[in-house]
């Protein structure tokens, strides 16, 4: 049912990706309909995560669109303007999330397992199965949009979608406790913004691992209680003189890049566990077997988080624990988005409001 107030267009703005590369085409085209047990919602902002640059440049083979042209982005926030007949629980104008879970079957193992519906057998993905959102309209299965809290910034949830939960889920998942330490690599950029407040915010010591002036301070204003550059120092040394000889307790490794994983296995502690959550471009690291077994290293893969880890979130959010910074660009500058994430010039996130 369309309402008296509010007005849905029949076509809507997207950034088509026509062929592989960083280059998009912003395009007309249809506003879908949403099926039965689905809401359309009216995007209006969408973070840019690292992901996207590798999907538009198809170096990321698990998640390939199967067909050109296809819309990546899979962070978004935004309106309900219109409900499906079969969905209860929703009214249009509430403020919703969009995440790259866009329908689960509720059935298969994973689904019915706490926490693993990331994992569905038939899921329909964001980015592989269904167009993104950098586009301003797009429909959900009203299972998995994400109410959102009344008094939140709609822009600053965009990036809860994937960065925040992923990394919340993944802090989660090193079974560290408060006052233990955690590292987390590749600190500076989205994910590893939001992993330095949480950290605070649930009382891990954070060490950030980045590089240059700029991180460090960012890093720190973030929540960090030490740095260390990668490019000037050396981060296997430092990071034990800063635990005090015993390394960190957890490691969350956000860098797209397979040096820094390397590393986190020299200086983690002995029983500590690393969490895998960025994906470089070749996804291929050496393993030292015997440092693994003799240190009892647990090393592990996250993918997002749960329905409720996203409840989580919001609430962190709302309660002014943690604020991640953004910057603001219109939909229409996407591929320098991109560009600049891809260059490493991006200290927190790219959101990108759907109207410019
Ligand atoms: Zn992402
Ligand atoms: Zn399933």
Redesign the pocket.
Known sequence: MVSDTIIVPKTQKAQLNCKFGLETELTEIPVPEPKDDELLVHLLYS?V????GSIMKNTMPMLTPSTLPFVVG??GAGIVVQIGKEVTGFKEGDRVGIN?VNRSCQTCEFCKRTGAEAFCDSPTHLLTAKWGTFQQYITVSALQAQKIPDGVDLAKVAPTQ??GC?IYRALKETNTRPGQFVAINGAAGG?GSFGLQFAKAMGLRAIAIDFGQAKHDHCLRQGAEFFIDAQTQNVVEEMLKVTNGCGPHGVVSVAPATKPLEEALLYVRKTGTIVMVGLPDDGKFTLDINLMVFKGVTIKGTLLGSREDMDEVLQFLARGLIDIPIEIMGLSELPNAVKRLENCQVNGRIVLDTSK
């Not at 995560?49 to 996207?52: A, E, T, V, Y």
């Open positions: 973070g995560c690292h992901s996207d899979h962070e790259f994937c960065a992923t994910l």
